[in-house]
């Protein structure tokens, strides 16, 4: 409850329609215990009377009755009834959306296609025509606004179930024996209810102004019974002459729908996961650079990283993902990342062209070199230029990266003539060359599919091609081989290490699999917890690892026809990057930690190409 809190505050809006919103109900609940005026004795004598006049702080109305002690029981009964109809509503419409999601078939069409009908109609005249069947009263006005708002809950909740009714857990609760009902109410219910929350909390202002609108109309609360919408439907005719009328329950209207939608939204982004990370903000055109200073160290390869530091900034936490990292990479050359998930090996290669999204990633320090230019530096639109033409990326999933509303012949010609000024015609005969480059069968009919059309093979190899149709320098690939099975992966790799040597590129291949490195790397850099813990030419380090942390992780690979050696895992857990322990983060699972290990900095050191951050190494790197 404490986390939800802190994420509603976090957003001010919100925080200020809740104190005002709160506000109001606190007043409205002490109502019955102010000393007020009456509010439905009339006194013409006093009709119209002015604010701050004695004895009435907020002046009368047309007849001389309290306009404060109206408008706080007003302010009650509105509350009630607008609280009351989303509950109603919301418990409805959600009711008949887990229904028909669950049960499918001929049942949700029946249903859907009725809640179909009741959407047909504007929601207005809907609510109009059922308080002209029943008649004119507030009960009958607050049935009226939940019913019309039953198909919004109802679609949301429906569309919702559908995903969750196909899923392994649904399967497995009704292979256990569980009715219908217990799988709806103990399996469906808890899954869905975030979502009716968040639907009641951003619906109830509406659904205010929906019974104060009837009201005004003269068909919600009847003389002498006051709600906000018939005390402005009794001020309209006064609206000059007595202005005020009108407008204190105009603003206490105005002041309840608008704090509680702030609150609403709110409450929605506090409930979503997401929020956490910062994904529900809008990102910035590149990453954030807070850097102190740039180093001035000289560029060895095609592409530097210089004490590069990458931080996510979440409330009063810190995340240090990427901690004084210093790569480079050679053209021809393949230098591959290794390490855990959680390492920072995804980040340091978004890092490099400002793809950390902004909130909540920052750079805080390094720097980024390309060409003799640090690319954290550029301008947005300068940066942009760069991506795909010089530095270009191969994304882990592309299925996810892929635009599933285009053809894959669109999206390579976009990616050719967002950086070169070339004909429609010439555009997609450069993404025929390059399918066929990559290997892909019949690429002339492949320009014109779609990705979910294609196998994760041949997206994989579209990945590839988008990369390198615009000839890069430099392509990061972020574990491109992850989801593929053995022969695809070994198609890929074979594919990119023939490009790389034809081409002459630098590729920063990011990997979980000593397989992968072995097979295509020159150099490998071992990375945990943010930090580079060993790096050199790849066979030393598979030969002979120096720090402790690259011989489990090698320890951890099976070995094929062997069948003698234990495959060891690494005991415990990578640390929470924003809570870094003293000295070598490996230490509380290192066998090898004395207590020197946990104080002060430990550098990484080592003679060139070799270098290992460990005070007591397995063999001192050469």
Known sequence: MSGFLKLLLRNRLAALGGVVITGIVALA??????????????????????????????????????LLSRLLLGTRLSLAVGTVAALGA????????????????????VIMRLIDMLMAFPYILLALAIVAALGPGLVNALIAVAAVNVPFFARNIRGLTVGL????????ARLSGLGHTRIILSELLPNVLPVIVIGISTTVGWMILETAGLSFLGLGSQPPQADLGSMLGEARAALITAPHSSVVPGIMIFLIVMSINLLGDGVRDALDPRLKS??????????????????????????????LETQFHVGRRVYRAVN????????????????????????????????????PGVITGGAVRHDGTDLLSLRPGDLRARRGAKVAYIFQDPLATLHPLFTIGDQLIEAIRSHRALPKAQARARALEMLEAVRIPNPESRLENYPHEMSGGMRQRVGIAMAMINEPEVIIADEPTTALDVTVQAQILSLLDELRRERGLAILFITHDFGVVAQLCDRVAVMYAGRIVEEGPTMQILDA????????????????????????????????????????????????AQEACRRGEIALEGAAPRAVRCLFPEEAPT
Request: proline share 11%; aromatic share 4%.
């Open 29 to 66: 609940l002490v109502t019955p215990l102010l000393p007020l005026q009456p509010p439905d004795v009339t006194n013409t004598a006093e009709r119209f009377a002015r604010p701050f006049s004695p004895g009435h702080l907020l002046g009368t109305d047309n007849l001389g009755r309290d």
């Open 90 to 109: 919301a418990v409805t419409g959600s009711a008949i959306g887990i229904v028909a999601g669950y049960f499918g078939g001929r049942t949700d069409n």
């Open 165 to 172: 009714a196909g899923r392994e857990f649904i399967d497995a």
């Open 278 to 307: 910062g994904a529900l903000s809008r990102p910035r055109a590149a990453t954030r650079v807070a850097r102190e200073h740039v180093p001035e160290v000289p560029q060895q390869g095609v592409l530097d990283l210089q004490n």
């Open 324 to 359: 004084d990292v210093s790569l480079h990479v050679k053209p021809g050359e393949c230098l591959g990342i290794i390490g855990e998930s959680g390492s920072g090996k995804s980040v340091t290669a978004l890092s490099v062209m400002g793809l950390v999204a902004s909130p």
């Open 545 to 592: 690892p120096a720090h402790p942390y690259t011989k489990r992780l090698i320890a951890c690979v099976p070995e094929l026809g062997g069948g003698r050696r234990t495959l060891a895992a690494i005991p415990g857990l990578p640390p929470v990057v924003d809570k870094l322990p003293e000295g070598c983060a490996f230490a509380p699972r290192c066998a090898k």
